[in-house]
């Protein structure tokens, strides 16, 4: 099958991007033709998503391709998918994309993506998301069915992460630095934190993987989420975590088994939780290691991959 990929990036740490990138690389090694459309955007926060649109509309007009199945990673790709030819469109979503926009830009921003979202949702053949809570929020909010099918962690992206020796009282952060993610609730608690806070915010993967795996504590802040991959790296690194109960991350942490969950914007639990941990070498391997049995389980590729495969060949 001939299929394209639309995303405004495939490379970097995390987010929707790298994972498309390996579900390219999962399709081609089962024989499948696969295609990343390489558009520009201008890296300024504002213009970023409305110039990769732009840009790749121009693009996809002057593609006279046809594809059997073209994929959109975001809802910005959705405005190139309009417009590729294709037999079958699928458009995939991680996070409520209208309240995302509320909450980085403004009230009015996310109001007006609101209005249009529905229409834009059906522009693709089949929607899809790594998120139940997604696939729930939509289903109620627009009438919309989701196919739920979850981002694989590949345990072979990790061979290369040298062994390191463990820096107790190490609590890390790997994600961007942006609001919506609460770095700025983690650094206001900082100087009560029983311990040194390491903060991966812009460095390259395997650099990120090394410092957590080295630290003691996880912790991720934010005040949205869809489905977050850095947890499911510390689970496989067994490194426990500490977690805001946002969007679907109790999908991941179920409180006092996998990990610790908190009410989002509460910096005093937070912070508690975080010095408990610190001081609880036994809790901390229970949860580790529960942590880690649970993702080996349950998102791996070998359980995975055939549900991408069914998405693109039914």
Known sequence: MKILFISPTFSGAGGIGPHAFRVSEKLSQEGHDIELMDTPHIPIKNLKNVSFSVFGTLKALSNSKTYDVVHAWNV??????????????????????????????????????????????????????????????????????????????????????????????????????????????????????????????????????????????????????????????????????????????HELVTNNKTGLLVAPNNSTELLDKINYLLNNIELCNTLANNAYEFITKNFSWEALLPKYIKLYES
Not at 150 to 170: E, S, Y
Not at 171 to 178: I, Q, T
Request: charge should be positive; aromatic fraction near 8%.
């Open 76 to 249: 910005p790709s959705a405005f190139i998918m309009k417009h590729i030819k294709a037999k079958k469109k699928i458009l995939s979503i991680h996070g409520i994309y209208s309240e995302q926009v509320k909450m980085l830009h403004s009230k009015l921003a996310g109001s007006i993506v609101t209005s249009k979202e529905d229409q834009v949702l059906d522009w693709a053949d089949v929607l899809t998301t790594d998120s139940k809570y997604v696939q729930m929020e939509y289903k109620k909010k627009l009438g919309k069915d989701f196919e739920y099918i979850p981002a694989p962690l590949d345990p072979k992206r990790f061979v290369n992460i040298p062994d390191v020796k463990k820096n107790q009282k190490q609590v890390v952060y790997v994600g961007r630095d942006s609001f919506e993610k609460g770095t700025d609730i983690l650094k206001g608690i900082e100087s009560k934190i029983d311990g040194n806070v390491k903060y991966c915010t812009s460095l390259p993967w395997n650099k990120a993987m090394e410092i957590l795996k080295a630290s003691q504590v996880f912790v991720l802040p934010s005040r949205a989420e869809s489905i977050p991959q850095s947890i499911k790296e510390a689970f496989f690194l067994k490194i426990p975590v500490i977690a805001t109960d946002v969007g679907g991350v």
